[in-house]
């Protein structure tokens, strides 16, 4: 058999023949003395008997002695081929233990061509040759091949392994079918390095399952999907820098483990990466409901593939603490949502985060972090805003005139967010609680009515519909209403938002028929993901006798005023104002008639 | 002539007050309903005035409604039980106006301590006092603080009909200010009726005048 030890390579690269054990010669020259004269006594003594004893044994150990004969033989001529063997590969390593064999490939990438004997002697094919796998190599002829990189060589140099492990036995192993019926499959070496090959058995037992997996996934590896390339390369540094660093990798992917490796298929990256985030569920229960009922996971079940899971935020293996989320720079929301982190970045929030201030709100402050939806600015400003602004109404009421109704009907963002274009909301609201009727509830109101409503106007919706999904409410007993709301036509400049001293203040800037405030009125419509849709109305409803009653509770002094009145009023002053013109003109045109009729009396009176 | 004592000190006093408050309230009201046409002063100084002005027009009009309750005097503005009577008087007064008074005829009216209006003005000022200022003041207080009397603003059938309310009156009230100050003009002499709002006494023909 062949075998390498420590003393096998001597310096001038030949190998010696270690079957001369250094020991035994060692105890040979302690027997003597006492032991030698014993024997001498033995033979003097016991000659008779022992003559025809051994005789005896002699006949009857003479087949035994045969056979050992034939097996010395036989182990004799194993051993003339260990030797041949040894030979070939003290020929091979008289170059290959040297440090400094180098090999330079195509693309100037080296590598040491130098084998360490012990690793190769204690790896599972320790009991092959050098030409068992380098077949085109002998003590004859070593080709010199060049290779483009380092790469190309470990591609072809694997070829060798299939000369032992058919594809059929590799295949059987859904591992080894995936990697290897690739057209981009790694080299064996990859995963399995080369001359130090251990065997599987012995510390699969022991490594732990990440240890394991890392055999592999902590190399170079990716895969093709439909296309797309998936690397599949786990930084082991950074997965134990994550805080899931002290757990196992079945712990998440609980279908894998030192047994078992699925095969299993996606239609793309994305698919997988959906796929795969369920398994944050298992320990985060209470999140992963939470993102359940978020709009993001509804824009998932409507076909939105883009829309984020865990891992989006997250990530994969580098799962950061918390923390790092609330950043700046590592705010997540900002991958999709460009735009809007843009105008949060210039905002008064934005400006004093970045200056340090650990209290100024992100992204999940206002939005939340799991069960994330619209912020409702523009329906409930005192659920958002409030929730840290705990004085902010006592603050407005110090200078604002009803400042209750003004925060009830006004998003906070339409007066401090002073730039941004506005529009009326409305929307339709329980009159009980306020809260708005969704798009379902809707639709069951209005009937038919409902499509009518959402179907694309030239100018919008306009009084008469409004005054059609007044009364259908009215005729289902709905106890529901229009409710009408100032917000921001933008919602991505709603983060905008300004400091207080640019906020608007100045009351003439609503309350004036030309305000800027009112120009643009739409219907908002809840979705069942909690974001609105929202249908373009007409802006003449504000101020039309029709939606006198529809959308009674929406009206700003002076700027949503109704246009039957401003003309009621103008024929109302003139006709006040006509009574004492056009009597004073009669009694100046009567004069003549007074004058003869007081002329007539005092000619009556003098004739008397 | 002879001179009756035709206003009590403390009509006269609620007359003013109110009159100032009347002109102050129309002003104001202009200035916060039709900023786009005119602009004189701001949003806020014309709701605060108008505000002030409003509370003085109610604490005027309680104390006014209290003495001709207690005193009896608001019998004046009741017209006579006689509907017929009443009608007839209407017309006969109208008649006055649109024709009697070119031609030079007398005021069939003679104004009296206890009964200073004639028909006309006793259906049109029992109107105002007793149903259009009491509703405009209900109104402006709602408008006043419309959070805290939202449940009324609401059986009132909202904001938007409490202002509209409010705003027709306020026109209302506005023309008929024209009206107002022209027939205060028909005494005797132009300025008698006005004189007498002043003094509380006026001065009558032997066989009275009134508007």
């Known amino acids: 058999m062949f075998r390498f030890n420590d003393e096998v390579v001597v310096a001038d690269g030949m190998c010696q023949d270690l079957s001369v054990d250094k020991g035994s010669k060692a105890e040979s020259k302690a ?19 022992l003559g025809p004893l051994s005789g005896l044994l002699f006949i009857c150990l003479l087949p035994l002695m045969s056979l050992l004969i034939v097996v010395t033989l036989l182990s004799k001529m194993a051993s003339a081929s260990d030797v041949m063997q040894s030979e070939e590969a003290a020929m091979c390593m008289g170059c290959h233990a040297n440090q400094d064999v180098v090999k330079t490939f195509g693309n100037k990438e080296k590598l040491s061509v130098r084998i360490s004997e012990r690793h190769f002697k204690d790896s599972v094919h320790g009991f092959l040759t050098c030409t068992s ?28 392994c299939k000369g032992c492990h058919t594809d059929e036995q590799l295949m ?3 591992m080894h079918r995936a990697a290897i019926s690739r057209s981009n499959a790694p080299p064996c070496s990859d995963c399995h390095g080369s001359h130090s ?23 170079d590896l990716s895969l093709s999907v439909n296309g797309e390339t998936l690397s599949l390369t786990i930084d082991e540094k950074t997965l134990r820098g994550s805080v899931h660093g002290s757990h196992e990798c079945s712990n998440c992917h609980s279908e894998y483990s030192k047994t078992a490796h699925p095969l299993r298929e996606f239609k793309n990256k994305r698919e997988l990466s959906i796929a795969f ?60 949502h460009e735009s809007t982190f843009e105008a949060y970045k210039n905002s008064v929030h934005g400006q004093a ?20 939806g619209p912020a409702l600015a523009s329906r409930s400003p005192k659920a958002t805003c409030f929730g840290c602004h705990e004085d902010a109404a006592a603050l407005h009421k110090e200078w604002l005139p009803n400042a209750d109704l003004h925060l009830d009907a006004i998003a906070c963002t339409a007066c401090h967010v002073p730039e941004a274009e506005h529009t009326v909301y409305l929307r339709v609201t329980d009159n009980r609680s306020g809260a708005s009727i969704n798009k379902a509830t809707l639709k069951e109101y209005l009937g038919p009515g409902y499509d009518d409503l959402t179907s694309a106007k030239e100018n919008g919706l306009d009084e008469k519909h409004l005054w059609d999904v007044y009364q259908q409410l009215g005729d289902k007993n709905s106890a529901a209403g229009l409710t009408g709301t100032l917000g921001l036509q933008d919602c991505n400049k709603s983060h905008n938002l300004a400091s207080k001293k640019w906020a608007v203040k100045q009351c003439d800037s609503c309350h004036d028929a030309n305000s800027k405030f009112f120009k643009t009125v739409a219907m908002a419509i809840i979705a069942p993901d909690g974001h609105e849709e929202h249908y373009a109305v007409n802006r003449a409803v504000l101020g039309s006798v029709i939606t006198l009653l529809p959308i009674n509770q929406f009206y700003a002094i002076g700027s949503t005023r ?24 009669l009694r100046f045109l009567t004069i003549p008639i007074r004058e003869a009729k007081r002329l007539n009396k005092l000619r009556k009176e003098g004739r008397r | 002539m002879k001179r009756i004592y035709l206003h009590p000190m403390l009509v006269r006093v609620c007359h003013w007050i109110n009159a100032f408050s009347f002109l102050v309230l129309i002003l104001t009201g202009i200035q916060i309903r039709y900023r786009d046409v005119i602009q004189v002063t701001s949003f806020r100084t014309a709701v605060d005035i108008h505000n002030i002005f409003g509370f003085v027009l109610l604490f005027n009009f309680i104390i006014w409604i209290i003495y001709y309750v207690v005193s009896g005097k608001f019998r004046t503005y009741i017209p006579p039980f006689s509907f017929k009577g009443f009608i007839a008087g209407c017309i006969r007064q109208a008649r006055y106006y649109g ?22 003005q006793q259906i049109a000022y029992l109107n105002i006092m007793a149903l259009f200022i009491p509703v405009q003041i209900v109104t402006g207080i709602l408008l006043w603080d419309v959070k805290g009397f939202a449940y009324w603003i609401g059986l009132a059938g909202g904001i938007k009909v409490v202002d509209s309310v409010h705003v027709l009156l306020y026109l209302f009230f506005t023309s008929f200010l024209f009206v107002h100050v022209y027939l205060a003009t028909l005494g005797h002499t132009a300025g008698e009726h006005i004189k007498a709002m002043f003094t509380g006494y006026e001065e009558v023909p032997e066989h009275g005048h009134s508007h």
């Not at chain 1, 190599?137 to 072809?156: E, G, K, L, T, W």
């Not at chain 2, 024709?99 to 006309?120: A, C, L, Q, R, V």
């Open chain 1, 31 to 49: 027997l003597g003395g006492d032991r030698l004269s014993t024997f001498q006594k033995i033979r003097t003594a016991g000659i008779f008997v």
């Open chain 1, 133 to 160: 796998c380098h077949s085109t190599v002998s003590m004859d002829n070593h080709p010199s091949a060049n290779y483009a990189s380092r790469r190309a060589f470990a591609v072809q140099i694997s070829t060798a």
């Open chain 1, 172 to 174: 059987a192993k859904p």
């Open chain 1, 197 to 219: 090959i251990r065997k599987s058995a012995g510390w699969k037992e022991v490594a732990s399952t990440s240890q394991y997996c890392l055999t592999c996934h902590k190399k």
């Open chain 1, 277 to 336: 985030s369920g398994v944050c569920k298992g320990c985060h229960t209470d999140k992963y409901q939470q993102h359940q009922g978020s709009i993001h996971t509804s824009l998932l079940t409507q076909g939105n593939r883009k829309a984020p899971v865990c891992t989006d935020c997250h990530g994969a293996h580098a799962v950061g603490p918390k923390l790092l989320a609330e950043t700046l720079s590592g705010t997540p929301c900002r991958k999709c």
């Open chain 1, 353 to 372: 985060k970045m200056s340090g201030n650990s209290q100024a709100p992100i992204c999940s402050s206002c939005h939340s972090a799991h069960q994330v």
């Open chain 1, 562 to 585: 109704l246009r039957f009145l401003d003309i009621l009023g103008v024929l109302m002053v003139f006709g006040g104002m006509s009574v004492p013109i056009v009597h004073l003109t």
């Open chain 2, 99 to 120: 024709y009697g008074i070119f031609m030079g005829e007398e005021n069939p009216h003679h104004s009296t301590p206890d009964s200073k209006f004639n028909p006309m």
